[in-house]
């Protein structure tokens, strides 16, 4: 899994798509995601969620 990877400068650089993709999603979408309208985006934002709390 990329969250665990041993080199930090992968781990960054996928942190860093990640919140690319973030910004580049219309906020609709979000809202949509996070009320059960789609589900690929929201599967990919508790990723996200997840990795974030394992970091911090």
Known sequence: EIS???EAYVRRSS???ASRILIALHPSFIA???SGG????AKGLE???T???RVA
């Not at 789609?38 to 985006?41: L, P, S, T, V, Y």
């Open 51 to 53: 990795w974030d709390l």
């Open 32 to 34: 949509k995601s996070l």
């Open 38 to 41: 789609d589900a690929e985006i």
């Open 15 to 17: 942190l860093f798509s």
């Open 4 to 6: 665990n990877h041993p």
């Open 47 to 49: 990723w996200i969620h």
